[in-house]
C-alpha cells in the first residue's frame, strides 16, 4: 500500500519552456503532498507544501511564481516549472502522507523526475 | 540553526557484518527520528520510526537506537547483504508532518 506515481521520470527541454510534472497517490488519499528537490551528493530539499484545495506553502528561497502547485484532488499535485533555465536542472521528487493521520507518519515518495534543461 | 550531521563519506563493509550508521543533530528536540533508504534515481523509501519515549526500535535486521542526551541515532544493519547497498537517509520534524532530511550515508556492502 501507499504507491505514490510520479510522471515523468525524466525530462529534457529546451531553455525556456515549461514543464509540468504529476505527483499522484494511487491507492490512499493524500491531504497533503510535499515537494523537493535534490542536486547531486546534496539532502533533499523542501520546496513546498501542497495541500489538497489550499495555495501551496513555499519554502524560504523558492520563488512560487517559478514553481506553480496545483493540489486540485486528493491524489493528485502537480508541479509546472514555468521558464525553466539551466540552473532549475535538477532531480524533483514528491511525497505524500495520508489523509487523518498524525504529525508523525511517514512521507511516501515518488521515484523522481530527472529535469534537464539545455 | 537546527542541523542534522550524517557521515556523507562512503560506509564500506563485507557482506555478513553489521553496519552501523550515525545520525547526529544539533539544536533540536525532537519528538521523533525517522530512518530512509534511497536507491540512486529513486524516491526514498520509510524504513523506521522512533520516538523520543523509545531508546530503541527493531524490524527484521533492522535496528535503529535514539539517544536524546548525545542527540544521536544509530542505525544498524546486522548480516548485511550485497542488496542493502544504498543511501540511508535520517529525518527530523520540521513542522506538522513535515521533516527534514540529512545528507545521507552512502552504505556499500561488498560480497
Known amino acids: 500500500g501507499a504507491v505514490v506515481s510520479q510522471h515523468p521520470s525524466r525530462v529534457i527541454c529546451k531553455s525556456g519552456t515549461s514543464v509540468k510534472i504529476e505527483c499522484r497517490s494511487l491507492d490512499f488519499q493524500a491531504t497533503t503532498m510535499f515537494w523537493y528537490r535534490q542536486f547531486p551528493k546534496q539532502s533533499l530539499m523542501l520546496m513546498a507544501t501542497?495541500?489538497?484545495?489550499?495555495?501551496?506553502?513555499?519554502e524560504q528561497g523558492v520563488e512560487k511564481d517559478k514553481f506553480l502547485i496545483n493540489h486540485a484532488s486528493l491524489t493528485l499535485s502537480t508541479l509546472t516549472v514555468t521558464s525553466a533555465h539551466p540552473e532549475d536542472s535538477s532531480f524533483y521528487i514528491c511525497s505524500a502522507t495520508s489523509a487523518g493521520t498524525g504529525v508523525d507518519q511517514p512521507q511516501h515518495f515518488g521515484d523522481g523526475t530527472r529535469l534537464s534543461i539545455l | 540553526s537546527q542541523k542534522i550531521e550524517q557521515n556523507s563519506e562512503a560506509l564500506n563493509i563485507q557482506e555478513g557484518k553489521t553496519a552501523t550508521l550515525t545520525c547526529n543533530y544539533t539544536?533540536?528536540?525532537?519528538?521523533?527520528l525517522q530512518w530512509y533508504r534511497q536507491d540512486p534515481g529513486r524516491g526514498p523509501v520509510f524504513l523506521l520510526l522512533i520516538r523520543e519515549n523509545e531508546k530503541e526500535k527493531r524490524k527484521e535486521r533492522l535496528k535503529v537506537t535514539f539517544d536524546t542526551t548525545l542527540k544521536q541515532s544509530l542505525f544498524h544493519i546486522t548480516a548485511s547483504q550485497p542488496a542493502d547497498s544504498a543511501t540511508y537517509l535520517c529525518a527530523l520534524p520540521g513542522g506538522y508532518q513535515k521533516v527534514t532530511f540529512g545528507i545521507g550515508t552512502k552504505l556499500q556492502v561488498i560480497p
Open positions: 539544536n533540536y528536540s525532537p519528538a521523533y
Open positions: 501542497s495541500n489538497e484545495g489550499s495555495k501551496a506553502t513555499y
